[in-house]
């Protein structure tokens, strides 16, 4: 039996042309976007402004393709942790982190990552495969807490931007019109510094920009991220520099602390004098200790120094909360290895 092609995470382009291979009225694309992204239907059947015949022909070869969680766990601090499963058998996770009035949906965008960041559990994973727009999408609907969302942040599995066609289709549908309607300021999107998508990136969306950074000096960089080799920070920034970041969408840089290692006020120095000029926000990050990795993550005391060292420069610096730490959900903690080998299942 031959699979149903899954219409969720179909831009309302990708819809017509659906439509119009079916020999159905034009509106109708129009009309499955509705049922798909607003009214989050599970099956076509109850697309009921669809007539039964018209109904009938889609489903001969679509579906809507939602599905849900394989399990969830979730952390003493509120935070939850979703594995799903993937069409072809792979396994990604996501997390939701509720805060105060806000819910935020950590998503993945590949099946591990290929970045192999020293400090990240993912990147040790390798990278299985890419995500379709579908898959990103599922994680938004299917989750317990898909009514409540506040924000997204693609900061799970993967570089998106190492996925940038299929993360451009969902950031389309999260922000049009037809799709979710979302305003681009509840989205941010992480990364190493995928130079040339990056540009794309820059140009065709308005989310939120978080840029890992974790050393200001590029050998030290390139020893616990492969990628500066490839997409050497410089050449990041002196991107990033061309544009205009005083307005709608914001730029952060992503810095994990670890003992001994990129934690002085040397650092923060070349840190300050690297980024001066961008109107940005540093974000640290405490390491979480992952197996075989040789690093540990810097005391409160030296994290408080460097950032109000960084703040006292004129930019905005704070120390992220960790959470999901219990659960294995929280920054650089996430893989699928187990669940790959029949472990978690």
Known sequence: MTEKIHLLGMTLDELKQVVQECDLPKFTAKQLADWL????????????????????????????????????????????????????????????????????????????????????????????????????????????????????????????LDNYGQLKNALEIMTSDYGFGWSPKRITVSTTGVTPKLKLFLEESNAHLAISLHSPFADQRLSIMPAEKAFPLSGVLDLVKQYDWSKQRRLSFEYIMFKGFNDSIEHAKELVKIIRGLDCRVNLIRFHAIPNVDLETSTNDVMVKFRDFVTSKGITCTIRSSRGEDIFAACGMLSTEKSKKGEML
């Open 37 to 160: 992204y607003k009214k989050k239907v599970m099956s076509i059947d109850e697309m009921s402004n669809i007539s039964l015949t018209n109904r009938a022909l889609l489903s001969e070869k679509y579906d809507v393709g939602r599905t849900d969680p394989v399990e969830n766990q979730r952390s003493i601090d509120g935070t939850v942790k979703y594995l799903f499963k993937t069409d072809n058998g792979k396994f990604i996770e996501s997390v939701m982190i509720p805060e105060d009035d806000r819910a935020t949906l950590c998503v993945s965008s590949q099946v591990g990552c290929r970045m192999n960041c020293l400090f990240c559990m993912t990147g040790k994973q390798g990278l299985s495969g890419h995500l379709k727009s579908h898959d990103i999408i599922n994680q938004l609907f299917s989750v317990d807490e898909s009514d409540d969302l506040t924000n997204v942040v693609f900061m799970g599995m993967g570089e998106p």
